[in-house]
Every structure is written in C-alpha cells, then in structure tokens.
C-alpha cells in the first residue's frame, strides 16, 4: 500500500529558529503533496499544495516567506518553518496523491 | 464555496448500541472520504465514497453516500470502547483535488 513518512515525528525548538519537516512517499512518486496543521480538539487546516517542480501554492491568510515548502523531486516536499514563534506550535501533517490522499505519521512541533 | 458540515460533533455512546454520524457537503463533488483520528495521531483512512449510492463496511463502520442529498452516513453497529476516537468525513474538489474538510466527530464509548 502507499506508505507516506515524515520526519521528524517531534521537535521542539527556542523561538527565533527554522525548522525543517520532510515529508516521503515512500513507494509511490507524487507529484502533489499537500500540507496542512492541526490544533489541539480542532479539524485539518490545509496550508498549501506542494507541487513538484514548480512554485507551491499557499492558501488565503498562510504566509508564504515564514512556511517555506520545497517539492525538489517526486518523492519528498520539505516545509521549514522560518523564525518559528511559540504561535507556531502545532501538529503539522503532510499527504501525497496516489490518486487519493495518503496521511503522514505528523510531526508535533513545540516552540518554547 | 464548498462547505462540509458534520453531526454530532461530539457522541458519547454506550456499548452495544448502534448511532449514525451525518455528513452534509455544500455541491457536487467526486469522492467522500472518511477518516479515522486518535488522540496524538495522523489520519487513518476508513472509507472512499465514490458514487450515488456507494456503500462500504468495515467491521461494525458502514458509510454510505447519497450524492443528490449530498449526505454520507457513517454508521456504527454495536458501539465497541475500541471505536472512540474523532472521525472526520471529507471531500473533493473536482479541478485540484484539494480536500474540504469537516469538523469531526468526537466519539467516546462508554460501558
């Protein structure tokens, strides 16, 4: 089946930081991977759309200089989050297209 | 704008009884998906609706989909403390295949 990995599954980092999370498909190639966070007791909010080769698209009110994603080939999309705040802390999931969608692991991220 | 409403959003059932979760969607889409969420994880997928009158089980979870309604069903037989945890349904959007997302269900079982 379509296994998709993400690593780290937790980081926490001191504010002012980057942090990178890379998200693999690992026995499909995807062209489309989508990325998206999560609060505590709330839904999925999707982030952007992670294309690969070209220029990710962001959704309305997500910043694209601090939330930099990279689809530098068909089987791995990166997301750095630039300067992290404590404001940022949150559950951070990717997916890949295969053609549904299939769910990373997540990856907790705690900015003291 | 394609909306995605759910009910209940929170179910607390007991053990041995049989409940129905609801999913609305705002217009035509190509596939209804419903997921499975435990606490502190990612998404585990349970069902793909692809048309009118698609019906899919698991276990004691069958969903269902009525695409002119533009409702799915998730129904539960015989509520087991297995199945608590937060479901959520989504769906598609026909050009970039993004998802739209309901709020889940948070469901508890209790003796």
């Known amino acids: 089946g379509a296994v998709v990995s993400q690593h780290p599954s937790w980081v926490i980092c001191k504010s002012g930081t980057s942090v990178k999370i890379e998200c693999r498909s690992l026995?499909?190639?995807?062209?489309?991977m989508f990325w998206y966070r999560q609060f505590p007791k709330q839904s999925l909010m999707l982030m952007a759309t992670?294309?690969?080769?070209?220029?990710?698209?962001?959704e309305q009110g997500v910043e694209k200089d601090k939330f930099l994603i990279n689809h530098a080939s068909l089987t791995l999309s990166t997301l750095t989050v630039t300067s992290a705040h404590p404001e940022d802390s949150s559950f951070y999931i990717c997916?890949?297209?295969?053609?549904?969608?299939?769910f990373g692991p997540g990856t907790r991220l705690l900015v003291l | 704008e394609l909306k995605v409403e759910q009910n209940p959003l929170f179910l607390s059932m007991q053990e041995g009884k049989n409940y129905t979760i609801y999913c609305n969607y705002s217009t035509t889409s190509d596939r209804l998906y419903w997921y499975r969420q435990d606490p502190g994880k990612s998404l585990e997928s349970l069902f793909v609706l692809l048309s009118n009158g698609a019906v899919k089980q698991e276990g004691r979870l069958m969903a269902s989909l009525d695409t002119k309604a533009r409702l799915s069903t998730l129904h539960i037989t015989a509520a087991v403390h297995d199945l608590s945890a937060t479901y959520f349904c989504?769906?598609?959007?026909?050009?970039?295949?993004?998802?739209?997302w309901g709020l889940g269900t948070s469901l508890a079982v209790n003796p």
């Open positions: 997916s890949a297209t295969h053609p549904t969608q299939y």
């Open positions: 989504a769906v598609d959007t026909p050009n970039n295949r993004k998802l739209i």
């Open positions: 026995d499909f190639q995807a062209t489309t």
């Open positions: 992670s294309n690969e080769g070209s220029k990710a698209t962001y």
